[in-house]
């Protein structure tokens, strides 16, 4: 319990008895992320010019594909923070809470790009869903960090959940790349009539481009803004559990006292 | 290995005491069976569907076989005790797995003669190997799974729900590549004996990758908390 109590000091400024998550460095960050957030709403909906197959339901791509990549990145960055803390498991359980809130705002990410991607499929498909690998992949994952996240959320001893998700998120990165193979070769033997074109590519042009960079910037920004956040309120909760446990013993010793 | 089939005996042995396989899992699972084709309405929508429709049965009973190989080493901690003789985790895991195994093996075979006799699906003489080998590698990849996502839920609060909600996932590629290789055992139209053979080389690839995590993993997972 030391080790938790330990790092809580670090988490958040904790000054009054008020505790916060925010620093000076969250607050640039969300700033940033409002603003160009703001500009990539703006371009996808006004400036970016329709395309000439899809028409505006193009304009899904733009919090579609940062959605998708963001979600990505949070499961390298789970299954990243889960080696190292299976690695140094005697020290803190910092990577673990970032390994849990990273595998959250990931969920998030991916339900987004999920729902984004099936609304873009409906309207340039006429189907919301094709058992493509890609996206039968990317269900997989999905419901792997679901799993993920229903273990971590069981009420447990925190090295131990620590241990086990770890685990977990490891045993996802050799889930994925089997599955991906799997569906690959499955959908290749029978592989039926696709719909309009099963890539949906579109030709960019300059200012699609730059509005679709900025959408993964901005998504980038707000998925680091929520990990950090998450992060810190995960550690104040363990600090407060710990001191909650710390009050019941001084609490039993001065009734032995008395 | 020594200390694997030891570990190995000893689960059959409960296991034979217990009869859980004979009176409850391998009805349960040949139920599946009757409600799939009672679902499906249509005798040749059976027939082609037949070989899937064996290995999503084996999926749901595994989940009940490996419950119970967990359940007994954590009731009482069994497992501690285990853990904390000479017993290395690896030969645990494996012993439980080969344990599993055996299991699922009989209960496999049990669910290819519900599909002959209740589906009418057909094995010719020269698929006879293709289907034992498929069967073969596909049990051991379920074993290797199963026995692994046992321990990490094992003595969790609701782990039944949960060991689905995790493993089933991971069998996806499994439940592809059996399916496809038993579709191709029972005389497919579509998947000729070629394709049969390299869906059982994806099933033994799978076990492999999946034998190796669960000994690398499976000390952590059970290691008790100071």
């Not at chain 1, 929520?226 to 010793?253: K, S, W, Y």
């Not at chain 2, 030891?6 to 296991?15: G, P, S």
């Not at chain 2, 003669?113 to 080998?133: E, M, Q």
């Not at chain 2, 321990?151 to 995790?166: K, T």
């Amino acid at each position: 319990m030391t080790s938790t109590t330990g790092s809580a000091t670090s988490a958040g400024n904790t000054s009054a008895g008020t505790a916060t998550t925010g620093t000076l460095f969250t607050r640039i960050i969300g700033a940033a992320a409002i603003i160009i957030t703001a500009w990539v709403v703006v371009s996808a909906f006004f400036i970016t010019p329709a395309d000439v197959q899809q028409g505006d339901s193009v304009r899904i791509m733009y919090a579609h594909v940062p959605a998708a990549w963001i979600a990505y990145l949070a499961f390298i960055t789970t299954a990243v923070a889960s080696g190292i803390s299976l690695v140094r498991r005697h020290r803190t359980l910092g990577f673990d809470r970032v390994a849990g809130a990273s595998a959250e705002v990931g969920v998030l990410f991916m339900g987004l790009a999920l729902i984004t991607g099936s609304l873009w499929g409906r309207l340039t498909w006429g189907t919301f869903w094709q058992w493509d690998p890609r996206l039968t992949t990317t269900l997989f994952l999905f419901v792997t960090y679901v799993g993920y996240l229903a273990v971590r959320s069981i009420d447990t001893n925190p090295q131990r959940r620590a241990r086990r998700s770890a685990v977990l998120a490891l045993l996802a990165v050799l889930e994925i790349p089997l599955v991906h193979f799997s569906v690959v070769l499955w959908r290749s033997l029978h592989q039926e009539a696709s719909v309009l074109n099963p890539d949906g590519d579109v030709r960019l042009d300059d200012v699609m481009l730059f509005t679709l960079f900025s959408g993964v910037v901005a998504f980038t920004l707000i998925f680091v803004w929520l990990v950090m956040h998450r992060q810190r309120l995960a550690a104040l909760q363990d600090a407060q559990l710990g001191a909650g446990l710390e009050a019941a013993i001084a609490m039993r010793r001065a009734e032995t006292v008395a | 290995m020594r200390q694997a089939l030891v570990v190995a005996r000893k689960d059959l042995l409960i296991e034979w005491r217990a009869r859980l396989l004979l009176v409850r899992v391998a009805p349960f699972a040949l139920l599946v069976l009757v409600l799939f084709a009672v679902a499906l309405d249509s005798e040749p929508l059976i027939l082609r569907a037949a070989a899937g429709l064996v290995w999503l049965a084996m999926l749901f009973s595994s989940l009940m076989l490996v419950q119970r190989s967990f359940d007994v080493e954590t009731d009482d901690g069994a497992v501690d005790v285990l853990l904390t003789g000479t017993v290395e985790p690896a030969q645990v895991y494996l012993g439980k797995m080969l344990a599993a195994f055996a299991q699922l093996l009989a209960l496999a075979t049990t669910l290819v003669l519900g599909a002959v006799v209740l589906y009418g699906a057909t094995v010719g003489a020269d698929h006879l190997v293709l289907l034992v080998t498929a069967t073969l590698s596909a049990a051991w990849g379920l074993s290797s799974v199963g026995t692994l996502y046992g321990a990490v839920v094992a003595n969790m609060s609701g782990r039944d729900s949960l060991l689905a909600l995790l493993a089933l996932p991971v069998t996806a590629p499994l439940l592809i590549a059996a399916s496809r290789a038993t579709e191709a055992a029972f005389g497919s139209q579509t998947i000729d004996t070629a394709s049969g053979w390299a869906w059982t080389a994806l099933l033994v690839v799978f076990a492999v990758t999946f034998t190796a995590a669960g000994a690398a993993a499976f000390g952590t997972l059970m290691e008790s908390d100071a």
